[in-house]
């Protein structure tokens, strides 16, 4: 029998349930242990070396002990969980060999058992960096490609608006935006990064919404004719705004609500029966529901990537301890680009 | 030259704008004029004798200064105009003789002079009562087909709830989804009008609205597993109640929101998160965007009616003068199906 090696592992536990309001550092705990590198045989487990994990909004909602949502609640004393890219360093799964790239959910931590290699997914493309398998090629990747092109469905000329236009999602939103032909705008919380949206993500125009008394003229200014698509990230006060602002046959494909609190029932929404009067529809989407276009999704952004007609910016925090850091950034704004925490 | 008859002519004018409020039938007042029976030559006018009109609550835009809506608003001192049956007096249009059926858009009055024959339609099918025109072969009757068939896009066995039930378009929507094999459960106003929803209707169930003190609660104990389709006639409230059971792609087709005052954003809706969570679309549409199925939909309801399929309830208000009182009555909900007046 091989030698059986202890090592250090390192998590990011769920310290106590949140309420309503935004989590904060101190709702997650690190903690340290022992974990030894050894499988038992027949169980089709998979010991994997987290090299990038993935802060996503999402997880906010499994901080709380409701089961509101889609996934159930995170438990008190036991490591958070999210996507991630990681290398087997034990299997006993048939598809999984030691060496490999997989990506798929992980716990927050150095070492991971994946029970059964559920839900894990060999990495072919290993000549992109390996993040990108959480970011363009993962989560944010495929939602923006569903939502923009089944959900928003856009036709060359459209004018396009993107709310949390400098995100993970909002970014390629725009650029696809681009590439269909379309004039497109964003929304982002800091002059700098306005500025990213124009300079390197193609948006034809930007604006900082926390300047702007007034978001309605502030759509109006950009948009005089109307809105032909919103790609909604935040929600609240900005989707009042877009409704006041759309163009007959208007789509709204509503993504996120991020400004939201967490409460159940959210900010009460004005204009509603815009919707009537320009025949307009709002829906709804889950990323979730478009995993069979993960084949074509992979082809057209990598071959976008090789083509550089596509880019993808991260924001990287380096180290399992700075986790809970680099999520609550993302939820107070501060990332730029996609947030990845590089173990 | 003929003889000119000059006859005593009756109009519902508007005698002020509304602001946001409810209008009331004060801000309507009857004028009596004498009209002469003549046309001149080489105009396509026709002069008409309306025989039944069409109180629409969309007519409430109308009678506000703003031009917020799809039309115009309507000239204080001048007659209030709307949806007609009437018969043809002198026409100088090829299109139309003495003694035919015409319907379209009139002006409140019993005797008026349609300018080209501007957007007048002759009337066939002369086999169902006349008021037919303009209830079931007419807008509210087009409006519960396209916004049913076409927006709802229903499926065998699902679950449907229907506001406004046992209106001039609710009553249609309810008998629409069980011919296509649905369940649905309808809401109204009083007592009186959810027995007709049973009795006489063919819907499975229904409340009123008005006893029930947590509308969301109301929906879970009709709706345990949740509504596949919501026809939205009333908004607020109501469709805050609905977006918390909702089930996984459920569709809403925005045909109004009648609860809503007039100001131009109306009441803050929550719970609109969960067209993420449950994947759902909420979808606003205009009628008149489905003109072309103007044939297919007039073949539908005939054959329908012939074979006692379908049903069509009025509220009939006799005489011109009781104009005003039988659209405030309708704005009130007092209305027991198709609000009409027969002059
Ligand atoms: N439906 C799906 O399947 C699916 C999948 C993935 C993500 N999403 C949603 O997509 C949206 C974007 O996610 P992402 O991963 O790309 O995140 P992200 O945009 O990279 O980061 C979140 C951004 O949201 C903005 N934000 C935070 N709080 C806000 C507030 N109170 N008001 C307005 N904006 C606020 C911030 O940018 P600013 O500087 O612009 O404020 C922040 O940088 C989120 O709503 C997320 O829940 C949905
Ligand atoms: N999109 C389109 O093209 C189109 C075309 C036609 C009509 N519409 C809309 O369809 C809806 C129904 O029109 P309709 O012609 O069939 O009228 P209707 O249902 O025959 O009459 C209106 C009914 O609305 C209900 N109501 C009135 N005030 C209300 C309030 N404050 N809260 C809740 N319910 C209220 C009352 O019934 P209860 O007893 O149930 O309260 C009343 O009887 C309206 O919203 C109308 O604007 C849209």
Redesign the interface.
């Given at each position: 029998m091989a030698e059986e090696i202890a090592v250090e592992n390192i998590s990011v536990c769920l310290r106590r349930y949140i309420k309503d309001q935004q989590p904060v550092e101190s709702d997650m705990e690190i903690v340290k242990s022992e974990v030894t590198l050894r499988l038992s045989e027949g169980t089709q487990d998979v010991l994997v070396q987290n090299l990038y994990l993935s802060p996503d909004p999402y997880m906010r909602n499994r901080m709380r002990e409701i089961f509101?949502?889609?996934l159930p609640p995170f438990e008190p004393g036991k490591p958070i969980a999210g996507f991630g890219v990681a290398k087997v360093i034990l299997s006993d799964h048939p598809d999984f060999q030691i060496g490999d790239i997989v990506t798929g959910i992980v716990s927050w931590e150095k070492y991971s058992v994946i029970k059964g290699g559920l839900g894990l997914r060999n990495v072919s493309h290993i000549d992109v960096p390996l993040s990108f398998h959480i970011g363009i090629l993962g989560l944010p990747g495929l939602t923006a490609y569903a939502g923009f092109f089944e959900v928003c469905k856009p036709k060359k000329g459209e004018q396009v608006f993107v709310s949390a236009a400098s995100g993970a999602v909002g970014q390629l939103v725009g650029q696809l935006a681009k590439l269909a032909g379309c004039r497109v705008v964003g929304s982002a919380g800091t002059d700098e990064k306005v500025e990213l949206l124009m300079t390197r993500l193609g948006y034809d125009d930007g604006f900082n919404y926390k300047k702007e008394a007034n978001l309605s003229e502030a759509l109006k200014r950009y948009f005089p004719e109307g809105i032909d698509i919103y790609f909604e990230n935040v929600?609240g006060k900005m989707?009042?705004a877009v409704l006041d602002n759309l163009k007959v046959h208007a789509r709204i494909a509503?993504?996120?609500?991020i400004s939201?609190n967490l409460s159940?029932?959210?900010?009460?929404?004005?204009?509603?029966?815009?919707?009537?009067?320009?025949?307009?529809?709002?829906?709804?989407?889950?990323m979730t529901?478009y995993l069979h276009l993960q084949e074509e999704f992979t082809k057209f952004m990598l071959s976008h990537l090789k083509e550089k007609k596509i880019i993808f910016i991260e924001d990287v925090v380096d180290g399992i301890e700075n986790a809970p850091h680099a999520f609550i950034r993302l939820l107070q704004g501060k990332n730029i680009g996609k947030q990845i925490v590089h173990l």
């Open positions: 509101t949502s889609y929600g989707l009042e509503v993504c996120g609500m939201q159940e029932h959210g900010e009460g929404i004005r204009n509603l029966s815009q919707l009537i009067v320009k025949r307009a529809k709002m829906q709804g989407f889950l529901d």
